[in-house]
């Protein structure tokens, strides 16, 4: 009896696929230093996931690494500076051709770069200037993007301030009040060219 149940479970075993390597899911490294701030957006295929990465484009040098699962919104914020772009695409859904980060998909790796590094900035206080890349076409398409940044009184701030207090004038100076400094949420919409 124990027999037949050991030679069972090491048939079942034997039928298990090799064990795939768990597939991430969004920022996996950042080896600039540099605060990610900036947005990049990716459209792309479903069944179709995405391994990113940005490097210098002067040394070649890996900077930041993403991982895009394919059809899945994906956003990720990147640092400033000019990236040369490099996407590897793999066709399984589940996760079974991802390899880790040496691998890649296997032999089914599909390699796209970006002809042109892309550059990341800020545009004065307000406006963070990011790109979209949708690569659920023949070829990538390139789109400038802006998170646009305002700030807003926070108006639970002024619960203590002298204008609730003395709504005809201005407070007795001699009068200990509970003064508070208005305070400010900033808040972040993505914007149009126009911004």
């Known amino acids: 009896m124990m027999r037949r149940l050991t030679l069972a479970i090491l048939l079942v075993l034997l039928a ?6 768990d597939r991430p ?18 459209k792309s295929d479903p069944g179709s996931d995405l391994y990113l990465q940005l490097s210098d484009p002067a040394t070649g040098q890996a900077v930041l690494a993403a991982y895009v699962r394919g059809g899945a919104f994906f ?5 400033p500076g000019r990236w040369a772009l490099t996407f590897a695409r793999g066709r399984d859904a589940q996760g079974q051709d991802w390899q880790g980060e040496d691998g890649l998909f296997g ?3 599909e390699v796209i770069a970006l002809p042109e590094p892309l550059v990341f900035q800020t545009e004065g206080a ?12 023949a070829s990538p398409v390139l789109r400038d993007i802006g998170l646009c940044q305002r700030r807003a009184l926070d108006p639970e701030t002024l619960s203590g301030s002298w204008a609730r207090k003395h709504p ?6 001699r009068e200990p009040g509970p003064f508070t400094t208005p305070r400010y949420d900033l808040r972040s919409h993505f914007c149009d060219d126009a911004g």
Do not use: C, E, F
């Open 16 to 21: 298990l696929p090799a064990a795939a390597i």
């Open 25 to 42: 899911a969004g920022l996996m490294w950042n080896r600039t230093g540099l605060p990610l701030t900036l947005p990049l957006q990716v």
């Open 75 to 79: 956003r990720v914020l990147v640092p």
């Open 107 to 109: 032999a089914a790796t």
């Open 126 to 137: 307000a406006r963070k200037s990011g790109h979209l890349i949708d690569l659920r076409g």
């Open 168 to 173: 005809h004038g201005l407070p007795d100076p």
